[in-house]
């Protein structure tokens, strides 16, 4: 089992930044892909970024590419989301999501634990 735990929203005006992150206990995600996913209003969970835990390469959703940059900590416990030029419909709930599988899919389905989310609000 593991327990993802994620922090670092807020409200921040269009343009700003913010980092998020989340860490995993309960066993190692050494060997997993860890993701962001994020939610709006009346929307469904999309896919924002991974990144494959053992060789830290990445994959991300073309509406952030080239504005947020995923990263892990050299324990392998940690992943943040750097987001910077942020823009209103930026605006969701962030979630944190671990695929023990390593198959690096963009679909919610691949990722098997979850966390329960940090809101981050874009005002305009």
């Known amino acids: 089992q593991v327990q993802l735990v994620e922090s670092g929203g807020g409200l921040v005006q269009a343009g700003d930044s913010l980092r998020l992150t989340c860490t995993a206990t309960?066993?190692?995600?050494?060997?997993?892909?860890m993701a962001w996913f994020r939610q709006g209003p009346g929307k469904e969970r999309t896919f924002v970024a991974n990144?494959?835990?053992?060789?830290?390469?990445?994959k991300y959703a073309n509406s952030v590419q080239g504005r947020f940059t995923i990263t892990r900590d050299a324990a392998k416990t940690t992943v943040y989301l750097q987001m910077n030029s942020l823009k209103p419909e930026d605006t969701a709930v962030y979630y944190c999501?671990?695929?023990?599988?390593?198959?690096?899919?963009?679909?919610?389905?691949?990722?098997?634990?979850w966390g329960q989310g940090t809101q981050v609000t874009v005002s305009s």
């Open positions: 999501a671990a695929d023990p599988m390593g198959w690096g899919s963009t679909r919610n389905s691949s990722y098997r634990y």
């Open positions: 309960g066993r190692t995600v050494g060997s997993d892909v």
């Open positions: 990144v494959r835990m053992n060789d830290r390469s990445t």
